[in-house]
């Protein structure tokens, strides 16, 4: 089973600020490597999938890059709508499964 | 646009079974390319994926659970249900449905609200 780790568990950062949340594979997923955000009481929303592609609707400061094991998502400059719980996911194709990381917790400073 | 909503009850006795369904709407199951997934996540922690299921029946499961789940589709009512058995209270949860789809690998984009299922007796 690929397991993924994120880092770090909490960031503090101030509005406007440039936020960048890293997430690693215990394994090679090429880029088969989505993020999400979760907001309290409420499900994830899809913002990059295919490690770098923004899913629609999703505002242009948000960005993913990483190939391989290695996986970023910068939010260029925060605004106070970003503030939630990001979580990074893979599937494999053997054992086919998906797995989550832990996520990060992006908090304001 | 595509909507997606869990239903089931709320609370499960431990050792019975969990059962859960998920309605689709604005869209049809039977869509090509796209799976049909179940993702928990319990209070104050992570997603956990549970499962998914094509409209042809073809399922995939986590191994850590698999003993235990069921997916099951129904075209007809453009539902899929999930059915999780012998239950203890490491299974409570909100338990989310949401939709798969591929590019450049696989992601969840449509989700349902979730149902918080409490396993108590």
């Known amino acids: 089973e690929i397991v993924m780790t994120q880092s770090p568990a909490t960031l503090s950062v101030s509005p406007g600020e440039r936020a960048t949340l890293s997430c690693r594979a215990s394994?090679?997923?090429?880029?088969?490597l989505a993020w999400y955000q979760q907001k309290p009481g409420q499900a994830p929303r899809l913002l990059i999938y295919?490690?770098?592609t923004r899913a629609t609707g999703i505002p242009a400061r948000f960005s993913g890059s990483g190939s391989g094991t290695e996986f970023t998502l910068t939010i260029s400059s925060l605004q106070s709508e970003d503030f939630a719980v990001y979580y990074c996911q893979q599937y494999n194709n053997w054992p086919p499964m998906s797995t989550f990381g832990q996520g990060t917790q992006l908090e304001i400073k | 646009q595509v909507q997606l909503q869990e239903s089931g009850p709320g609370l499960v006795k431990p050792s019975q079974t969990l059962s859960l369904t998920c309605t689709v709407s604005g869209g049809s199951i039977s869509s090509a390319s796209y799976y049909w997934s179940w993702i928990r996540q319990p209070a104050g922690k992570g997603l956990e994926w549970i499962g998914r299921i094509y409209s042809s029946g073809s399922t995939n499961y986590n191994p850590s659970l698999k003993s235990r789940v069921t997916i099951s589709v129904d075209t007809s009512k453009n539902q899929f249900s999930l059915k999780l058995s012998s239950v203890t209270a490491a299974d409570t949860a909100v338990y989310y449905c949401?939709?798969?789809?591929?590019?450049?690998?696989?992601?969840?984009?449509?989700w349902g609200q979730g149902t918080l299922v409490t396993v108590s007796s």
């Open positions: 295919g490690a770098s």
């Open positions: 394994q090679s997923v090429s880029s088969n």
């Open positions: 949401a939709r798969e789809g591929y590019s450049r690998g696989w992601y969840l984009d449509y």
